[in-house]
């Protein structure tokens, strides 16, 4: 930052020469190159900032300016020399910031530890703003910082300004409490207290459990949620509440859905169990927040499962099917309290419940939940199934599976296994194939006397040959070939390999046994090196004897670059791209909740 | 004085040669030996008056001149000192072997004043000792045409003391580089990297010793640097008597046109060097300009060869073999038939080696 700054006009015609060249290389009349909040005290999150950024990236859509905000701390200030202005816009124009040509925009400044605030018009923003709310925006960021901190103070300045333009420049705002004036709009809420962080929580076991503000749902799918809401309480102990709204009154998702959900009675227990789904209509900031309160819930709702039921929930509503998506995050929400994860099939047991292995013979042993098979093919299998379980003494079982439920592979097949009452005897002997539709996969699972002849191997080439046919969606030849490879097994001992199977060992064979033999000859040939012409004199150089002496080191200048590099991997996510998710934070009370949102 | 020296036996008049096993002059006739650290005698070296400037470092400049110097040049026959007869020696030779009856003749006329060669390595290994190397040598050369070395088809050795320019000096000068420090940090789902760039300025130094340069046009220089490195700390004052029974070269390549091989050997060596101590700080550095000026001294030393070819195939092989060492240097010709059946033998093995595991695999049923 020092150095970015103090070769400020050395580098100042290259950067702005390159920022010119490559703004509009995306089509957008701005660079993205950098985050639009920078913080150079380091206390904004990766999700603050992302928020922040789309924040601002609205900002220049709606505004045709740009909107950058840094905060400053003293000590950088200090050993540049720079006003907290000056800072400002040298960072400002350094990183390449501004809408258009002209780069028009505002750079915010804020130093954390003086609380000192300043805004600078930039370019065609000089005067779009007066600076009578210029002062009252500046005099309600720390106010803002205060109560949320820097990432508070910096998206209630951009709501601020933007009240301003959408005001004509002059909208009147005053610099005490200005910040208020304007994101109340109609004021905050009745039931937000005045004194939040010294609020005592309160249990309503009346309050509503849907609260559409933002007017999503039909009278009728309200009383239906309630009344299903209603249901999981009564059932689970647990509170889950709906919240829709067109704006979170000028904080972030997740400090207001936390609000919405402390002050208003909700949680079970002196734990306040529960969690709240808030979804933010607001144009310039849509999306939608889950926020989970107390140890159980916040232990249940991980990352994984945060991003499995944001997944479901994006599809739903970003093709504004809010009410079928709120029912199934509800639906999900409860197999989540009631079985420890969001998606799970009937048979699963629930969490707590003492489950005792049992046998039901009466239980089919082909169970085609995918509608991959016909009724004769079923029919077929099963009397074949039937007929090896009668010549081996263990159960046989094909079932073909849409979805693991969140589950491994893995654990599914032997939860399927496990759950629905087969194998013979005290050990519960039998083996069994679980193939899913979509990717073909085949699993194996085993147990008892069922097991015995399951080496890895032979587990192995069980699946591999199955999922041969199944990858093809060759189902039914597919659980054919497996009976035929298991009684084979239970037969000999072990599983045939196939032709391919031996077909890729020789080739795999020629391969290393070439590549073997061209290493050895290459070796061989390099010890037949011939004499050769001596470049260098690396022996001959006198050992301690050089002698390096500074004379000058000059520091020129400072480029920066970025790469796009997400460190978590999003391809297994939805459309929508990874949920933000936060594993601890703070409402404005100070109470403790986790969560995970997302914008659609 | 007498430009034909030659080694005579004292005790009984026949030639002496230099025995490398014993560092001695020993006669072969009646065994008798002379200890070349006696200083008197009729073996005593003797000590040519220097014509003109002394040999003192830097100042080769008009040896050449001299050594094309139709004086020096001048008998291209000479009489054998014992035999009488006629010896033709080449112009660049000045230590050899009467053909007819093997007495050790050296031309002093050849190494007086500025000729005179500094110093010699004295041979170490034995000519008898080099079937031993070469069989160490081509021990690992597989690929080699069968048959190809034996003493049949070894050609008649050679021992040779050949001219090399051993330089040894300063490089030194100022130098600008160009130099980037960068450090990577994350920023939400964006890896930032900021780049210092840094103008470097040093002033170095480093000193080279003891790098030898072949100054004969006689043998290849891939075959003489490959025999390096050269012992020098077991240099001697240069002294005719270790060239008996030996062949000698004069130089017939300038020190100075030398003198810009070796600086080309040293600036390579100095240049990574350098780079390497400069870039110690930093991620990346080049070099954007300043020089490095040598300040050199030669001198003028005999090293210790045995030379000798190979025939096979109706193509000669030469070879060199440093006759301080005894390591051999030469160009070895690879047979296609052994190379292929080399490789399919390895091949082969390997194949059947993972076929016999896969089937054993299969009959255990893993």
Redesign the interface.
């Known amino acids: 930052m020092k150095?970015?700054i103090a070769v400020f006009s050395l580098f100042l015609a290259l950067c702005l020469c390159a920022v010119s060249l490559t703004a509009f290389a995306d089509g957008n009349p701005w660079s993205e190159q950098?985050?639009r909040a920078l913080d150079f005290s380091e206390t904004l999150s990766?999700a603050e900032?992302?928020d922040l950024?789309e924040t601002c990236i609205s900002f220049m859509e709606t505004h045709s300016l740009d909107l950058a905000m840094f905060a400053v701390p003293s000590a950088i200030l200090d050993e540049q020399g720079d006003t907290l202005a000056e800072a400002a816009e040298e960072i400002y124009e350094e990183f390449g910031y501004g809408y258009g040509e002209g780069h028009d925009g505002f750079a915010v400044a804020f130093n954390p530890d003086t609380q000192e605030t300043v805004i600078v018009p930039l370019g065609a923003a000089r005067g779009r703003v007066s600076d009578d709310d210029l002062d009252a925006v500046a005099q309600s960021v720390p106010h803002y910082v205060e109560e949320h901190g820097i990432y508070g103070g910096f998206y209630a300045a951009s709501k601020l300004l933007s009240y301003s333009l959408e005001n004509g420049g002059s909208s009147g705002l005053t610099p005490a409490g200005a910040g208020e004036a304007v994101l109340n709009g109609s004021g905050l809420p009745d039931w937000y207290p005045d004194d939040p962080q010294n609020f005592q929580f309160f249990h309503d076991p009346n309050a509503p459990r849907v609260v559409d503000a933002a007017d999503l749902f039909s009278d009728e799918a309200e009383r239906r949620m309630e009344a299903r809401l209603a249901e999981i309480r009564s059932e689970l102990g647990r509170d889950i509440v709906v919240y829709t709204d067109t704006t979170s009154y000028g904080m972030s998702h997740r400090v207001w859905a936390a609000d919405f959900y402390d002050f208003n009675g909700y949680g079970i227990g002196e734990d306040r169990e529960g969690m709240c789904l808030f979804i933010c209509m607001d144009p310039d900031d849509r999306g939608w927040w889950v926020c989970c309160t107390g140890p159980d819930t916040m232990a249940l709702y991980t990352e994984e499962a945060a991003n499995d039921m944001d997944d479901v929930l994006y599809e739903y509503l970003s093709d504004g099917d809010y009410t079928d998506g709120v029912e199934d995050w509800i639906e999900n929400a409860r197999t989540l309290y009631a079985k420890g994860m969001p998606f799970a099939p009937a048979w699963y047991p629930g969490r707590g419940e003492t489950f005792a292995p049992f046998r039901d013979a009466a239980a089919p042993r082909i169970v085609d939940d995918a509608d991959v098979l016909a009724e004769s093919e079923r029919a077929d299998l099963a009397a074949r199934a039937a007929a090896l379980s009668a010549k081996y003494g263990m159960d046989v079982v094909i079932h073909t599976a849409s979805t693991s439920y969140g589950m491994s592979r893995d654990e599914y097949a032997d939860a399927f296994y496990r759950y629905n009452g087969y194998g013979f005897g005290e050990d519960f002997d039998g083996i069994g194939l679980v193939v899913f539709q979509n990717s073909g996969r085949a699993i194996i699972t085993a147990s008892g006397a069922g097991a015995q002849k399951l080496?890895d191997?032979?587990r192995e080439r069980l699946a591999d040959r199955t999922q041969s046919l199944s990858e093809d969606k060759k189902f039914y030849e597919a659980a054919n070939l497996w009976l035929d490879l298991v009684d084979h097994m239970q037969r000999?001992?072990?599983v045939p390999?196939s032709a391919g199977s031996w077909g890729l060992?020789a080739i795999?064979?020629?391969l290393?046994?070439?590549v073997?033999?061209?290493v050895?000859?290459g070796r061989?040939?390099r010890?037949?090196a011939?004499?050769?012409?001596?470049?260098?004199?690396?022996?001959?150089?006198?050992a301690g004897?050089?002698?390096?002496?500074?004379?000058?080191?000059?520091?020129?200048?400072?480029?920066?670059?970025?790469?796009?590099?997400?460190?978590r991997e999003s391809s297994n996510r939805g459309s929508g791209g990874g949920s933000s998710y936060s594993s601890s934070y703070s409402g404005s009370s100070g109470s403790s909740h986790s969560g995970s949102g997302r914008r659609f | 004085m007498d430009p034909i020296k030659e080694q005579k036996c004292p005790a009984c008049g026949a030639p002496m040669r230099f025995d490398p096993q014993t560092g001695a002059l020993v006669c072969d006739y009646c065994g008798a030996t002379a200890d070349l650290s006696e200083s008197s005698g009729a073996n005593a070296p003797e000590q040519p008056a220097p014509a003109g400037d002394t040999i003192q470092g830097l100042d080769f400049g008009g040896l050449n001149a001299q050594a094309t110097d139709p004086d020096a040049q001048a008998l291209p026959i000479y009489n054998c000192v014992s035999c009488g007869a006629e010896v033709i020696a080449a112009a660049e030779q000045f230590s050899l072997t009467c053909p007819y009856c093997g007495n050790n003749i050296v031309l002093t006329n050849k190494i007086t004043g500025k000729l005179r060669p500094e110093g010699v390595l004295p041979f170490r290994i034995d000519a008898k000792a080099l079937p031993d190397a070469m069989n160490r040598f081509y021990r690992d050369k597989v690929l080699l045409p069968r048959n190809f070395f034996s003493e049949s088809t070894m050609g008649k050795v050679t021992g040779v003391y050949l001219p090399f320019w051993v330089f040894s000096g300063t490089l030194s000068g100022a130098l600008s580089y160009r130099a980037e420090r960068s450090s990577t940090h994350r920023s939400g789902d964006y890896e930032v990297t900021d780049t210092d760039h840094y103008r470097l300025e040093r002033d170095v130094s480093l000193d080279f010793e003891n790098l030898p340069v072949d100054a004969s046009g006689r043998v290849d220089d891939a075959l003489t640097d490959s025999l390096e490195p050269f012992d020098l700390s077991e240099a001697k004052p240069f002294d005719p008597r270790y060239l008996a029974g030996f062949t000698a070269d004069r130089f017939d390549r300038e020190k100075d046109d030398m003198e810009s091989r070796a600086k080309e050997r040293m600036f390579s060596s100095a240049s990574k060097v350098i780079s390497a101590e400069v870039s110690r700080e930093y991620d990346t550095v080049s070099r954007t300009g300043g020089s490095l000026e040598a300040d050199l001294r030669a001198r003028y030393l005999l090293f210790p060869l045995y030379l000798f070819d190979v025939a096979h195939g109706g193509k000669s092989y030469h070879f060199a073999v440093n006759g301080q060492t005894g390591k051999v240097v030469g160009e070895i010709p690879t047979d296609k038939a052994v190379s292929r059946r080399y490789f399919l033998l390895r091949a082969g093995a390997v194949a059947l080696a993972v076929l016999l595991i896969a089937i054993a695999k299969y009959l255990l049923g893993r």
């Open positions: 150095k970015r950098y985050y990766e900032r992302n950024d080496t191997v032979n000999t001992g072990r390999r060992t795999g064979d020629a290393a046994s070439a073997v033999g061209a050895a000859l061989a040939k010890r037949m011939v004499p050769k012409v001596q470049t260098n004199a690396d022996a001959y150089l006198v004897s050089l002698q390096v002496q500074r004379t000058g080191d000059q520091f020129l200048h400072t480029t920066t670059s970025r790469r796009y590099a997400p460190v």
